[in-house]
Structure formats: C-alpha cells, structure tokens
Nanobody
Framework: QVQLVESGGGLVQAGGSLRLSCAISGRTFSNYAVGWFRQAPGKEREFVASIRWSSSGTYYGDSGKGRFTISRDTAKNTVSLQMNSLKPEDTAIYYC????????????WGQGTQVTVSS
C-alpha cells in the first residue's frame, strides 16, 4: 500500500500562485510515477503532471504545460506542484496519484485538496 496526503490548496486570486504538496508513505514506490490530477465540478478527472520517482523524469498534460511545475524531494518523500499565473478555470479538486503509468499514475490516490481561483 501507498498512502498519499495532499496539502497546500486554498483560495487565490487570478494571477496568483499556489504550491501543492503530496506526502508519500508506505511500500516502496521507487518504481512509480507520482502525479497530480484535477477534477472540476461536472467534469472528468484530468491529468496535470507526473514525475518518475527514480529518474525525476517529468510528464505534463495539456492543463499543466507552461504554468505548472512538478518536482520531488526524496529526503522528505514529497512531490510538489508549483502553480503560477492561476486562472479561474484552474479551480478544481486536485488529487495526488501514484502508479506505474507516467500519464495515469492512478494505482493509489490521495483524498484531494480544493483549489479555488477567484476572478
């Protein structure tokens, strides 16, 4: 089992920044990718970004390219998502996921953290 706990969500004005963090614990996840997804009301969950734990290779979905940066801290076992120039359409619940797929690391999920961007 892998446990994922997200933090860092909140309310921010358009143009602002937020940094989400995902704390990882449990069985070895060195062969996993850890990533971020988001789900807005009435929409499907979409892939934002992921990072390969062993190589630190990064992968971005369309929603994560350009303004978002994913990184990991192996000492703290955390994966962060730096979100800049936020827009109201970035409003969603952001989920941390871990798994074997780079573009859908969804074997394990966190509980999610709400991000709200006001206009």
């Amino acid at each position: 089992q892998v446990q994922l706990v997200e933090s860092g969500g909140g309310l921010v004005q358009a143009g602002g920044s937020l940094r989400l963090s995902c704390a990882i614990s449990g069985r070895t996840f060195s062969n996993y990718a850890v990533g971020w997804f988001r789900q807005a009301p009435g929409k499907e969950r979409e892939f934002v970004a992921s990072i390969r734990w062993s190589s630190s290779g990064t992968y971005y979905g369309d929603s994560g390219k350009g303004r978002f940066t994913i990184s990991r801290d192996t000492a703290k076992n955390t994966v962060s998502l730096q979100m800049n120039s936020l827009k109201p359409e970035d409003t969603a619940i952001y989920y941390c996921g871990a798994g074997t797929s780079n573009y859908y690391p969804g074997n394990y999920w966190g509980q999610g953290t709400q991000v709200t961007v006001s206009s």
